[in-house]
């Protein structure tokens, strides 16, 4: 079996991002099911550490903070996130670099004979948790001091939501996959919070109170100790096209003059919950953690890389992609656009996925756009252009058969002083970058 025989066979399965109608049906999405199935592989999840995230925004980049400040403490770090933006390999990531053709090819044959066996016998079994299984095997394998795991979809019934004992990490809530997680905060928070485990450290971002409360109430029936990163003070220095600098005082300590190349104030955000991981180490249940030093933690921050968030592909004009996809992250996107680049016109490259809040996402980004191209993903939920532009009326639109079309529109249209942005969704945005970049 070659690299390409193992994708094309695991994509055979049932892959729930790509379904245009997915029922997630909760008695199938059951984490047990998966449990038993891992089981058969050694109970791979046992074998290491755990901080797991969840949240609407900012998951990902929390998770590639934490990657990015465990390897300044000397960790080997397995870190494992969803989804990505050319390579399935980047999901699964020892010290920040994607798994192997190599090391996936041979984790994949090797649990081939239970996913075989499960399959012959109708077991329900997907994609996102076949990766998880390879992702948890690896680590393993690796020997990883810790491994910091995303949340695929909500919390309670997600396939990562599998280890006995775990550092919880909830990034911001708000609005998204209401159709499968609930149509309230309340609902999606209750969801999302199931992560917590019992006697566990709690590491919340800012969130409103009906959230908060949630948190804070699960938190305190399961004896855990929880950290509100709302409550520290921020100031932020410099904030530009360059990243920011800013001050974060905690109930413990001063942490002054932290640089963060990821642009955008919600990035702050991210990193003050990265930071409020990291200095409650005493209460993680990781041996392996050290004193945390403001060198390590400065260079942590500085040194991130993570793709696809507000970063700018090229200049003259200003080719800018953010994965925003929810009205929420929208709106943030907005005010960060205005608030960091100077430019004359914006012309906005839109592509979305059809189950999204669509015309709130537009209301949230239109306003600041002169032109506007939509635009059709490479994928199965793309919501088709034309149906988008008839939600507009009184501004100027195009549409495009692609993201290769509509950059080429753009670029027609932009002037040196202008901005190009791509958004509404992280599967254009990797389509964007792999196109630009060739």
């Known amino acids: 079996m070659t690299y390409e025989d193992a994708i094309a066979y695991l994509y055979s399965f049932v892959d729930y991002e790509k379904l245009t109608s997915p029922s997630y049906e909760k008695k199938e999405r059951s984490p047990a099911k998966?449990?038993?199935?891992?089981?058969?592989?050694?109970?791979?999840?046992?074998?290491?550490?755990?901080?797991?995230?969840?949240?609407?925004?900012?998951?990902?980049?929390?998770?590639?903070?934490?990657?990015?400040?465990?390897?300044?403490?000397?960790l080997l770090v397995g870190t494992y996130i969803s989804?990505?933006?050319?390579?399935?390999?980047?999901?699964?990531?020892?010290?920040?670099?994607?798994?192997?053709?190599?090391?996936?090819?041979?984790?994949?044959?090797?649990?081939?004979?239970?996913?075989?066996?499960?399959?012959?016998?109708?077991?329900?079994?997907?994609?996102?948790?076949?990766?998880?299984?390879?992702?948890?095997?690896?680590f393993k394998e690796s020997k990883i001091d810790i491994g910091v795991i995303e949340v695929g979809l909500g919390g309670k019934l997600d396939a990562?939501?599998?280890?006995?004992?775990?550092?919880?990490?909830?990034?911001?809530?708000?609005?998204?996959?209401?159709?499968?997680?609930?149509?309230?905060?309340?609902?999606?928070?209750?969801?999302?919070?199931?992560?917590?485990?019992?006697?566990?450290?709690?590491?919340?971002s800012p969130q409103i109170e009906e959230v908060m409360s949630i948190i804070r109430e699960k938190s305190?029936?399961?004896?855990?100790?929880?950290?509100?990163?709302?409550?520290?003070?921020?100031?932020?220095r410099e904030k530009n096209e360059d990243g920011s600098v800013f001050d974060v005082t905690t109930d413990k300590d001063e942490y002054r003059d932290l640089k963060l190349t990821l642009l955008g104030s919600f990035q702050i955000e991210n990193a003050i919950t990265a930071i409020g991981v990291v200095q409650e180490f005493e209460y993680s249940n990781i041996?392996?953690?050290?004193?945390?030093?403001?060198?390590?933690?400065?260079?942590?921050?500085?040194?991130?890389?993570?793709?696809?968030?507000?970063?700018?592909?090229?200049?003259?004009?200003?080719l800018i992609v953010d994965g925003a996809h929810n009205p929420f992250?929208?709106?943030?996107?907005?005010?960060?656009?205005?608030?960091?680049?100077?430019?004359?016109?914006?012309?906005?490259?839109?592509?979305v996925n059809r189950d999204k809040q669509i015309r709130k996402m537009l209301d949230a980004i239109v306003p600041i756009s002169d032109e506007i191209i939509f635009t059709k993903i490479d994928f199965p939920r793309s919501a088709e252009p034309a149906l988008i532009m008839?939600?507009?009326?009184?501004k100027s639109t195009k549409i495009s058969k692609d993201i290769k079309?509509?950059?080429?529109?753009?670029?027609?249209?932009?002037?040196?002083?202008?901005?190009?942005?791509?958004?509404?969704?992280?599967?254009?945005?990797?389509?964007?970058?792999?196109?630009?970049?060739?």
Not at 169 to 198: M, Q, R
Not at 291 to 317: C, F, H, M
Not at 390 to 394: A, D, E, R, S
């Open 390 to 394: 008839n939600m507009l009326v009184g």
């Open 34 to 74: 998966f449990k038993r199935f891992l089981s058969d592989i050694g109970s791979p999840e046992k074998c290491f550490p755990v901080i797991h995230i969840t949240g609407t925004k900012g998951k990902g980049s929390v998770a590639m903070m934490l990657t990015s400040i465990f390897k300044e403490m000397a």
């Open 220 to 236: 305190l029936v399961r004896n855990c100790k929880l950290i509100n990163t709302g409550d520290y003070c921020c100031t932020i």
């Open 287 to 318: 041996p392996t953690f050290k004193d945390v030093n403001i060198d390590v933690l400065k260079q942590g921050l500085a040194s991130i890389y993570w793709r696809g968030r507000l970063e700018v592909l090229r200049r003259t004009p200003y």
């Open 160 to 204: 990562t939501n599998v280890f006995e004992r775990s550092t919880a990490v909830i990034t911001n809530i708000s609005l998204d996959h209401t159709n499968i997680l609930g149509n309230t905060l309340k609902e999606i928070a209750e969801d999302k919070s199931e992560i917590i485990k019992p006697d566990s450290l709690v590491v919340s």
């Open 83 to 138: 989804p990505h933006l050319i390579d399935v390999r980047e999901r699964i990531m020892l010290n920040g670099h994607p798994i192997s053709r190599e090391d996936f090819l041979k984790l994949f044959v090797k649990i081939l004979p239970v996913i075989k066996k499960r399959n012959r016998n109708r077991s329900y079994r997907t994609v996102f948790e076949i990766l998880t299984a390879i992702a948890f095997l690896y």
């Open 329 to 351: 992250s929208m709106e943030i996107l907005a005010k960060e656009i205005k608030d960091i680049f100077n430019y004359k016109r914006l012309i906005l490259i839109f592509g």
């Open 405 to 438: 079309e509509a950059l080429k529109i753009a670029y027609k249209t932009a002037n040196e002083e202008d901005l190009i942005l791509v958004t509404g969704s992280l599967y254009l945005v990797g389509e964007a970058i792999k196109y630009v970049e060739g």
